[in-house]
């Protein structure tokens, strides 16, 4: 184990979340209102070892195929993965099969592959429902105006935990444009809270990355994903790791 990798690792959520604590002094919130969420795609097991020593068990990846050996690799860590990007209906079983949590929901497709996976091994999974509020056509995620009929649909499938909404705001210099994301994301949520079917919880809101989650926090955020603030910089661009995926992974930095 590499003592100094480790941390560096730990100096940098420490540097996160007193970030996270100033933007909730801003909002007038709590900081034990937002969990932080470490993004590990592309980073090696050996070093999410070495986040674990650094008091890390919770991590997030895109690509359930890279989520799944890292997993197997870890498999003696208490560690708890969470699948933030899209997921085709086939790679529904791996998730069933170790995943805590899925960030992206955004089909009835999807959620009955799922089902039938989860209620196959007797597990149940926590999930929130992916929304475009960019209105890209290159990211995943219901439109904003699906999201109420989709909602209703849900309790049928018993073993998914729906527990909020997730997004991805435009990645764009001009924050703004950023923060509209987020506060229509919001506001979605608490239209929608007192309408929802009672199964459904919509406690959480999944927004923010690592280049703009002090915006997301001021507007709600209660799970920000980070993954460069704490792991360093990518050695080559998403681009590369994903050439077809779009936005909608290549915006998870």
Known sequence: MDNAATQLIRERCDEVRRRIAQACVRAGRAPEEVRLLPVTKTVAAERLREAFAAGLSEFGENKIQEADAKAERLADLPVIWSIIGHLQTNKAKQVARFAREFQALDSLRLAEALERRLQSTGRG???????????????FGLAPEAVADFLRALPAYSALRVRGLMTLAVFDPDTVRVRACFRRLRALRDRLRDMAPPAIVLDELSMGMSGDFEIAVEEGATVVRVGQAIFGPRPLPDSHYWPDAGGGAADQR
């Open 125 to 139: 999974l926590d999930v929130l429902v992916q929304v475009n509020t960019s209105d890209e056509a290159s990211k």
